[in-house]
């Protein structure tokens, strides 16, 4: 009998490898990404307190259960052009990463949108812990919205083309629910042209892209990201920049977890498992605006032989 239980738990281990431990830490927005073998999360906060919105920091883990902290990345008082604005007020969320050429990017929100534009920033490090230096001016600037028309500067997103090598700037959300995407310069820190794209379906914000076996996947939040129509949907395309064929919603809100969303797509190195790093408010306390902070949690992510994603099912 113990021979037989130490069997199914050890093939539950291996088939369902995210049930380590959910939720991992408190945070939101998380983009992560494997370095070597260990998965990195980059979010907005983190653990140890509220949400911290005058600095970024990063966390990492080998076995998705004990997670290290990588120290402060970047703070706002090192960034000089963040009040040219002259708002009253500033906040740091949605920080994206990427790397290329031996040095790392990171890219972040700048706001509240009103009463001026959001402004979306990229800073340059030799390593992913940093310390990361500004590039010394905002990357983008949006346009005020008014009456659901006009362009939130928020939400970055990174991606360098697999196929061609170009880089790939997805940002907006929100407010105006538009989504635009940019060709970046070859140093990562500049924009060479916009590339005109369409707003799928569903889309609200937190836009992330990932390509798998010739497929692009554009996934992206829908709803209020304080409520329980927050989820995650996505579209498909036979290039980074559409056009795209929307596939429905894969993450939504179940009976103990609400509003998941603004996440990121990985591969573990040593599994070649998808896994779906993302966040969600647990069992909040009444209806909506929820109140408290976000947790992140990880889940795998799995594919029908056409490509589809399969809905996601969210585990503790």
Not at 186 to 212: D, K, L, S, W, Y
Not at 258 to 282: C, N
Request: glycine content about 12%; hydrophobic content about 35%; overall charge positive.
């Amino acid at each position: 009998m113990k021979r037989f239980l130490f069997a199914v738990a050890l093939l539950l281990a291996t088939v369902h490898p995210a049930l380590a431990r959910n939720p991992q830490f408190q945070g939101a927005d998380p983009h992560a990404m494997y370095i070597g073998k260990e998965l990195w999360v980059f979010p907005t906060g983190g653990p140890g307190g509220s949400w911290v919105a005058d600095r970024f920091g990063a966390f990492s883990s080998t076995d998705r259960k004990h997670w290290k902290s990588r120290g402060e990345l970047i703070r706002r008082d090192s960034i000089a052009w963040i009040g040219d604005d002259h708002a009253k007020e500033h906040f740091l969320w949605a920080p994206a990463v990427a790397t290329r050429g031996g040095k790392w990017y990171l890219y972040y929100s700048v706001g509240p949108q009103n009463p001026t534009p959001s402004r979306i920033g990229v800073a340059i490090a030799s390593r992913p812990e940093g310390p990361f230096i500004d590039s010394g001016k905002p990357l983008l600037t949006g346009e005020l919205v008014r009456d659901g028309r006009g362009f939130e500067a928020i939400d970055p997103m990174a991606f360098v083309d697999p196929r061609s090598g170009t880089a790939y700037l997805y940002a907006g959300g929100s407010a105006g629910a538009k989504l635009r995407v940019f060709e970046l310069t070859p140093n990562m820190i500049g924009i060479a042209r916009e590339v005109p794209v369409e707003t799928p379906p569903q889309f609200t914000e937190g836009a992330f892209m990932h390509e798998r076996n010739g497929i692009y996947y554009l996934s992206y939040s829908h709803g209020h990201w304080n409520g329980p129509d927050y989820s995650v949907h996505y579209a498909t395309a036979a290039s980074p920049i559409g056009p795209w064929t929307y596939r429905g919603v894969i993450l939504s809100s179940d009976q103990r977890h609400k509003g998941p969303g603004h996440h990121s797509f990985v591969r573990d190195p040593k599994t070649g498992q998808w896994l779906i790093v993302y966040h969600r408010w647990e069992k909040p306390v009444g209806g909506m605006p929820f109140r408290g902070e976000r947790q992140i949690a990880v889940d795998v992510l799995r594919y029908a032989r056409d490509g589809a994603i399969l809905p996601v099912q969210m585990t503790d």
